[in-house]
């Protein structure tokens, strides 16, 4: 992957080594609109994590392995597709509140939603964004080779959108999020439950 053209939101430190982007997760960073009121009133977007992106116009398959080194809740590796802070989705690879660590899909229209999907016992997962016009979905495997269906959602964000990767670590102290294999196909699925 040729990372020449890509930019970031919340820029922070990155290391490409073999191919393998290890990028550095501050303290307390997260995109999550919490959909949950305090006091009356919904709180301001949180859109403070480090986000590494490339301009994608039309349909596309984007793909990684990630490896998000858990050890605060929510901290996650993620493959985010932003319109802007108001409109964006993301697949994580996080440690819950449950104490365990799952495949999660966060859809955000004005507010987040979150939704934790199966439990992974290893390591390291490859997620997976596949966008057929306004209809995406998200897929996770444990080999690479087989993806199961996350979440398909309709998400109004436009012709053009910013697709990259995301290093977090909400409620902790931070850490180092890493991103293998990442391949972006500019290209329509036959099925996109499936991802082929």
Known sequence: MNYSEWKWLNESRMIE?????????????????????ENGMLSKPVANAPFFYTEVEGDFVFR??????????YDA?????????????????EKSDFGTRAAVCVVTNQVSDDANGCNIEQDEVWLQIVRVGDIFCVHYSLDGEKFDMVRLFHLPVGESVKVGVEAQSPAGEGGLRFFSDISLEKKTVQNIRAGI
Do not use: Q, S
Not at 66 to 71: D, K, W
Not at 77 to 93: G, N, P, S, T, Y
């Open 17 to 37: 080594t073999n191919g393998e982007l290890a990028i550095t997760a501050p303290a307390k960073t997260d995109w999550f609109n919490n959909p949950v009121p």
């Open 64 to 73: 990684a392995r990630v490896r998000p080194n858990h050890r605060y809740t």
């Open 77 to 93: 590796c993620a493959l985010m597709v932003i319109r802007d802070e108001k409109m964006w989705a993301k697949a994580a690879f």
